[in-house]
């Protein structure tokens, strides 16, 4: 009985010391915790699109979280960028285009400064001498045709605005509305570029007079009626001189030749220009200048073309093949200065309006 006994207390006792040497080791052992990141959240319109790839080499070499915010179309995403600008919802805004540069610039929303590689875009594209939106990529609004359409029915695809008006195109054409469609209204820029502010209404009566389809959007007139991408009877449509390279690249089966062509030269085209600014108010200053300088970076515009079929602002960006071969940039741009874009958008919505619909 007494072996027993003192074979109980030795038991306990043991127990007890393991547990007291338990205790002492995990209080000599320091809690390791991990530094959280950053956050740098960018502020865009929905079609924003980035490789996943390209967040990690974000993050890596900026060294803060990578969030994107989208904030509906470019005009919406600007509205509640302006709204918000004294308590702003992100670091960097990417995405006021040159239809909307001198309403961005008239908030004083933006920090001015010149990221790294800027050198390395072309003139042309900078469009704010003070730096505070830089130019990030960029594109040309045109004609977009169904190529095998206009063989198949022995005719001759468009080359200018004015054969649009034409009766042998009568009831061809699909166009997007510049009030609710950013393409719709780089459209019709480029058609008071080319025949004037007192001659571009006529213009477009003569085009509704030729049974012009009018849509809200994009996706609607080229997904829903343009003969190359649907059951459409449109083999005519507004959309971007990048297209065919997104036909060709999306094809089950690549084709060696993009089944659309465009129509860029003639003073047809609008050169669409997308700018990125770091908004006043960031509690991350010293960060946004290194995404400001990653997002001109090669590896960032190198990653643009096949995210959003534009063109990279960094010339020195080697576009992929696809967009070598089948993307096209207009020599001749239509272009309107963004002051008088700004001082006159509103109205020329409402006349386009008040004739077409």
Not at 255 to 278: C, H, K, L, W, Y
């Amino acid at each position: 009985m007494k072996v027993k006994y003192v074979l109980w207390v030795f038991s306990v006792l043991m127990v007890s010391l393991l547990a007291c040497s338990n205790q002492e080791q995990s209080q000599e052992v320091p809690q390791i915790q991990a530094t959280a990141l950053p956050v740098i959240t960018i502020m865009t319109h929905d079609s924003f699109s980035v490789s996943k790839a390209l967040v990690s080499a974000f993050e890596q070499t900026v060294q803060a979280k990578l969030v994107i915010l989208k904030s509906g179309d470019a005009g919406e995403a600007l509205n509640k960028a302006i709204l918000s600008k004294n308590n702003p919802l992100a670091d960097i805004f990417y995405g006021v285009d040159n239809t909307f540069l001198s309403r961005a610039v008239a908030a004083d929303m933006f920090v001015p400064y010149a990221p790294l590689h800027l050198d390395a875009v072309d003139n042309a594209l900078k469009l704010d001498p003070e730096n505070r939106l830089i130019p990030v990529d960029f594109g040309d609004v045109c004609i977009n045709y169904d190529i095998f359409w206009f063989k198949a029915h022995h005719q001759v695809p468009p080359v200018m605005l004015e054969d649009l008006i034409k009766p042998e195109y009568k009831g061809l054409t699909v166009v997007e509305n510049p009030a609710t469609s950013s393409p719709g209204l780089a459209f019709l820029l480029a058609t008071i570029s080319r025949f004037g502010q007192d001659g571009y209404l006529a213009y477009w009566q003569r085009l509704k007079a030729n049974d012009v389809l009018v849509t809200n959007g994009w996706k609607e007139a080229y997904w829903g009626h343009f003969t190359a991408a649907s059951e459409g009877d449109k083999p005519i449509v507004v959309s971007y001189a990048s297209s065919p390279a997104a036909e060709v690249f999306y094809a089950e089966t690549k084709p060696d030749q993009a089944p659309t062509g465009v129509m860029i030269e003639n003073g047809s085209a609008f050169r669409q220009i997308e700018f990125a600014g770091i908004l006043k108010g960031t509690s991350h200053l010293a960060l946004a200048r290194k995404a400001m300088d990653f997002i001109l970076s090669r590896p960032f515009q190198e990653d643009i073309p096949l995210q959003m079929f534009v063109f990279p602002a960094n010339g020195t960006a080697v576009l992929p093949a696809v967009f070598q071969k089948h993307a096209r940039m207009t020599k001749t741009p239509a272009l309107l200065a963004p002051r008088l874009i700004d001082d006159k958008r509103d109205v020329w919505i409402r006349e386009w309006t008040e004739t077409l619909l």
